[in-house]
Every structure is written in C-alpha cells, then in structure tokens.
C-alpha cells in the first residue's frame, strides 16, 4: 500500500488564513466578554431606573397625603364645634330649623371628609391603645374592663392608614 498524500499539511499560502484565525480567538473572547459585561450593566441600570419611579411614585402620593392631613386637620375644630352646638341644642323648643341647617352643614362636612379618605376612629367601648387614643382622665369601673374606654371627649381621625389625631377619652381602671 502506498502512502497516501497528506491533506492535513497546509500550504505556504494557507499559513497566514491559519494564524488569524488562531489570534481572533482571543479578540471574539474578549468581546463576548464586553458584550456580556454591557448586557449586564443594561440590565441594572432598568432595574434601577424602574425602583427610582416607584420611589417617586411612592414619595408624590406621601406628599399629597400630606398637604391633604393638613388641611383636613385645620378642619377638624369646625367639626368638633358642630358637635357641641348639636349637642347643646338639642330638646329644646324654637330652635328646631337651627337645628337643622346645623345637622344639614354637619352631614355635609362628614361627607366631605368621607370622600377625602378620612374616617373617625371607633372608641367607645374598644380597648384603649396609645397609638390612637389619648387618655385625659381614668375611672374606677367595675362593671368595666380594665382599660375599656368609657367616655370620648373627642373624636379621633384617621387619613388612610395615617393618624391625624388621636381621640381624647377616658378610661375604665379595675
């Protein structure tokens, strides 16, 4: 058997083609290496930018809430003051379309209140909890819990989940 011609063996003008392809190795390495480095970086920076406008998104409506407590604090005293005028007329004679413009007025401003998101604290009868309540006074009670509230000199307010005023009451001690 004769040997066969090896085609393996490059030929002088093949040498440079060979060489190149050898040396781009490295270069098509190192670009995919950039490629991925940039691919990564692109990746971060979305997920940078999307966490910013939620940040943003989240601190406008905190703002918003909070010029809207202020008002809605400054009108309370107006509220407390329907109250007691109610309260002082009531069960008297020639006083009654008073009386009514005055629950007309109050039931508006309520309403008003309502649709900005505020609403009264409960308390008479819960258990007194300092993060909405503020004790003015404590009065032995036996046919009371422990730290009932058993009268609310006023009421308190709720924006949302915010607190804008704690109801001032009193509380039952065994």
């Known amino acids: 058997m004769q040997d066969e011609p090896n085609?393996?063996?490059?030929?002088?003008d093949d040498a440079p083609e060979a060489e190149a392809t050898a040396g781009a190795a490295p270069e098509i390495a190192e670009l995919q290496k950039q490629r991925d480095e940039?691919?990564?970086r692109l990746l971060r920076t979305s997920a940078e930018f999307d966490n910013y406008r939620k940040r943003i998104d989240r601190e406008r409506q905190q703002t918003a809430e909070s010029a809207a407590a202020g008002f809605i604090s400054d009108l309370?005293?107006?509220?407390?003051?329907?109250?007691?005028?109610?309260?002082?007329?009531?069960?008297k004679t020639g006083v009654d379309a008073y009386r009514q413009g005055i629950e007309l007025i109050y039931k508006q401003l309520l309403e008003l209140l309502r649709r900005r998101g505020v609403r009264p604290i409960?308390?008479?009868g819960a258990d007194f909890d300092p993060h909405f309540h503020q004790a003015v006074s404590y009065?032995?009670?036996?046919?009371?819990?422990?730290?009932?509230?058993?009268?609310?000199?006023r009421r308190g307010y709720m924006?949302?989940?915010r607190l804008l005023?704690?109801?001032?009451?009193?509380?039952?001690k065994a």
């Open 139 to 153: 009065e032995p009670a036996e046919d009371r819990r422990d730290g009932e509230i058993i009268e609310e000199f």
């Open 159 to 161: 924006l949302g989940d």
């Open 38 to 40: 940039l691919y990564d």
């Open 7 to 12: 085609n393996t063996a490059t030929h002088p």
């Open 76 to 91: 309370l005293p107006l509220v407390d003051d329907f109250e007691r005028a109610l309260n002082a007329g009531a069960g």
């Open 122 to 124: 409960d308390a008479l």
């Open 165 to 172: 005023r704690p109801a001032m009451v009193k509380v039952a």
